[in-house]
Every structure is written in structure tokens, then in C-alpha cells.
């Protein structure tokens, strides 16, 4: 890297860290920085597939922040979510889930499969943000250590 992409590169960890994680975004620039655009993929049962697309430094903040937490939520969401700071967990739990459906010693046994639709909106975000305040505490001290990822 040239000394333009170290200027560049300081320049982004001290926006992370002065602005970003330490919950600074100006109230104006909010709706610009957390704001997703949907877009609606037809799925081949005549479905909607919404995705989001999502401000590059949004997006970018949230993978440092998730990867510096990565082991607390793990310990924090199992056994109850998998697949967060674990990699393939999810993956995994689909593949147990089948082999064990498939065994002929199971042909007696049941799965239930749940679908929540959309359920992350409908939890409340602020009410997850004081979770996460209260329970993951270095969420809230990760000044000084973006640089380092």
C-alpha cells in the first residue's frame, strides 16, 4: 500500500472509532447510514425474495463489530441461535438435521420445522440495543482496536 491507502485506511478507523462505535452519527446523517433499499427477487415459487442493500459503511462497521464479539455472542445466543460467532454452525445444524431424518433408525421420529416470518422485524431495536449494551459490554469499548483487525 502507498501512502495514499495508509491516509485513507487512518482515516476510516478513526471514523469507526470516534464516530461509529462510539454512537456519534449525527442525528441528520442516520437515515443515510442505516438506511437499507429493498429489492424484490422473484423466487421460482412466484415468490418475493426481499434483500437489502445496505450503506458500504454500515455494512463494514457491523462485520468489525460482529467479529470483535464474535466469542460473547456465541456463548450469549447458544443453544438457542446457531450459527453466530461459529463458523458453518448453521450449515452444520441443517446437515445434522437431515442425517438424522435420513437414518432408518429414526423412521419413527418427528421433526417439526417452525418458519418465523420476518422475525427479526418484528423484534424491537431498541430494546435489543440495551440487551446488547447490558450483556455484551465490550460492544460498547472497542475503541483502539479496529486498527488491529
Known amino acids: 500500500m502507498g501512502p ?6 487512518d482515516t476510516l478507523v478513526n471514523f469507526m472509532n470516534l464516530i461509529v ?25 412466484k415468490g418475493v425474495q426481499p434483500i437489502a442493500v445496505v ?11 460482529r467479529g470483535k464479539l464474535s466469542t460473547e455472542c456465541a456463548d450469549l445466543f447458544w443453544p438457542n441461535q446457531v450459527g453466530v460467532g461459529t463458523p458453518l454452525e448453521a450449515e452444520m445444524a441443517i446437515h445434522s438435521v ?12 418427528v421433526c417439526l420445522k417452525t418458519d418465523f416470518s420476518n422475525a427479526f422485524n418484528t423484534l424491537r431495536q431498541d430494546k435489543a440495543l440495551e440487551d446488547i449494551k447490558e ?15
Do not use: W
Open 135 to 149: 450483556k455484551v459490554p465490550r460492544g460498547t469499548s472497542i475503541l483502539g482496536e479496529v486498527r488491529n483487525v
Open 21 to 45: 462505535f462510539a454512537g456519534k452519527i449525527p442525528t441528520q446523517a442516520c437515515p443515510v447510514f442505516f438506511e437499507a433499499k429493498l429489492i424484490g427477487l422473484s423466487k421460482e415459487d
Open 98 to 109: 437431515r442425517k438424522f431424518l435420513s437414518s432408518p433408525t429414526n423412521s419413527n421420529m
Open 55 to 65: 450503506m458500504t459503511l454500515c455494512k463494514v462497521s457491523a462485520k468489525i463489530m
Open 4 to 9: 495514499q491507502a495508509d491516509k485513507l485506511l
